[in-house]
């Protein structure tokens, strides 16, 4: 079986581009989900994926409720397992997903937290303008609260992804994938 995740892993590196931080999350989940069947089946290191059935994953669902696993983190573990046995069954390891009649616990939906205009008329004023450092800051400031990108976006940004005339920036986001983004009039002040 560890092989198979082995293969999984590298796979979600190489063709599916995933952080570092998403491999190293998936790669725990299923360490996790391996150690659960070693303590459960004795020889559990021997199974084959094709032997993993519904009650083992049922099992498994209950051991992480009953060590008090928020419904969050339980969501996340069955989807890379679910991701798991999907890229088993299309490499033809296995016939079916044993996932698939799996459901993952109903998460509350929560509302972005967000600032308040007077918040963020704040956070502007912030930087000191007569300084380099602050009109670095500011101008951050304004491309993110302009564009809304994300900041791991922002900080992957060089200049050579701001086009001034256009009033665009290039960036490289989640799963290495470029796309243009507009910025306003404050911003390229800023810049």
Known sequence: ??????????????????SPLTLASYGDDLRNFLDFLDRRCAGASALSPADVNRPHLRAFLRELLGQGYAKRSIARKLACLRSFFRYLKKTGVVQASPMATIVSPKLDRRLP?????????????QPDG???????????????YSTGIRLSELIGLSLQDIEMSGGTIRVIGKGNKHRIVPFGRPARRAL
């Open 1 to 18: 079986m560890q092989e198979h995740v082995e293969a999984f892993l590298r796979h979600l590196k190489l063709e599916r581009n995933y």
């Open 113 to 125: 937290q967000f600032l308040d205009e007077e918040s963020m008329r704040r956070l502007m004023e």
């Open 130 to 144: 007569a300084t380099p450092e602050g009109m670095r800051d500011r101008a951050l400031l304004e491309l993110l």
